[in-house]
């Protein structure tokens, strides 16, 4: 008697436990953590973990603790395939990132047949929601959009200005470039140099001199800010003073700690700052409490698992194709960057890309600032 209460109060005692572990939703964050855009990949890890401890601090979804996994793809494609198939194996059910678009391409499709919904915060190529595939959705922009906001800046306020573009031979610089490049063409305006780059590169005087000769007065960068910031510096040091006009993709303080005083006068491509909007007041001075500024894709981040868990309350369930068929309703989510809804292809349905100029700030560190200025 006493051995049959004892395998009962066990058998009670390993089903409990076992209870307990299918309580748990399984989730990851993806971008690079580390290598050369390591401080894009700080932004969403700490945008995902924030709302990660938040969210289950006020009693996780339909009851369900997130757990979390982080995955470093070095913004390297095959390392982005080899996290996806890892996050595959270990059971992981939603994803947030990459942030590169030619890490997110590849590895969208390892978690759309493994049943995974992904969001990414920041890739913005337009084909990575062109595809057809039911699990991708992101909370930023497409590149078609902010190329058309930064040529049709360049065709009103640089009229008879000599234009260069350059960019990285990356799936996002090339198309961001390529994507400006058609919008500016189409309304007329012809650039006097198209240039590629390889990521990675140190040395750029061979373009700078063409930059140079080009006599080009606007220098249109389809890139991150790590070799723009190269350029510009070099630029400089060989007395250029071509203005540089970059994208969402130099969003990095690290930008201006790379090009030096260089920098000032940038002009870019963004939305308007989540860090001001009256959503994101608490959970900005929970980072800035941290020590960590929230900036760029931090609360693109943030919002896409508020989303996720949003979707998967109204939905009722946590099998991410239901997710995924609650989210494409086109019913606003509020999160901390705003109301968002999606089409059906994944897409928002609000791009609103603004125009921002790097100068001093208060605190006279350069800095990247809404409007335009200097033009």
Same mark, same amino acid.
């Given at each position: ?21 299918? *309580? !748990?939703? %399984?989730?990851? =964050? ?6 050369? $855009? +390591? /401080?894009? &990949? *700080? !932004?969403? %890890?700490?945008? =995902? ?6 969210? $289950? +601090? /006020?009693? &996780? ?5 997130? =757990? ?308």
């Amino acid at each position: 008697m006493k051995r049959a209460t004892v395998s009962a109060l066990a058998a009670a005692a390993i089903f409990a436990a076992g209870a307990s572990a299918q *309580a !748990q939703v %399984k989730f990851a =964050v993806t971008g690079p953590i580390t290598g050369p $855009n +390591a /401080a894009f &990949g *700080a !932004q969403l %890890k700490n945008g =995902v973990e924030q709302a990660v401890e938040d969210i $289950n +601090a /006020a009693g &996780g979804i339909l009851g369900q603790k997130i =757990v979390l996994t982080i995955g470093d793809d070095v913004s390297d494609p095959k390392q982005g395939v080899s996290v996806a198939n890892k996050f595959a194996g270990d059971g992981v059910k939603f994803v947030v990132g990459p942030f590169n678009s030619g890490v997110t391409m590849p590895s969208s499709e390892v978690y759309a047949e493994n049943g995974i919904l992904q969001i990414t915060p920041a890739a913005t190529n337009p084909k990575i929601t062109e595809r057809g595939l039911w699990n991708i959705f992101r909370t930023c922009g497409r590149d078609d959009q902010q190329g058309k906001v930064a040529a049709d800046f360049i065709v009103k306020n640089m009229k008879g200005k000599k234009i260069a573009i350059v960019h990285d031979k990356t799936t996002y610089g090339q198309g961001l470039a390529d994507e400006t490049k058609k919008a500016m063409n189409k309304a007329g305006v012809k650039e006097v140099l198209y240039e590629g780059v390889n990521t990675g590169e140190k040395d750029f005087s061979a373009l700078v001199s063409k930059i140079k000769a080009a006599g080009a007065d606007l220098l249109y960068w389809g890139g991150l800010h790590t070799e723009i910031g190269l350029i510009v510096r070099q630029m400089r040091d060989q007395g250029v003073k071509t203005v540089a006009m970059g994208a969402d993709g130099i969003t990095s303080d690290e930008y201006a700690t790379i090009g030096g005083p260089g920098v000032e006068g940038t002009l870019m491509t963004f939305p308007p700052d989540p860090r001001n909007r009256p959503e994101a007041k608490d959970i900005v001075a929970k980072y800035r409490a941290k020590n960590f500024n929230p900036e760029a894709y931090t609360l693109y981040s943030y919002a896409a698992v508020q989303i996720i868990a949003e979707a998967a309350k109204r939905a009722k369930s946590l099998d991410p194709k239901k997710v995924a068929e609650e989210m494409k309703k086109g019913v606003p989510f509020k999160t901390v960057i705003g109301d968002i809804s999606y089409d059906k292809k994944g897409d928002i349905t609000r791009p609103d890309y603004v125009i921002y100029t790097w100068k001093k700030g208060p605190d006279g560190k350069i800095s990247y600032f809404e409007g335009a200025t200097g033009t």
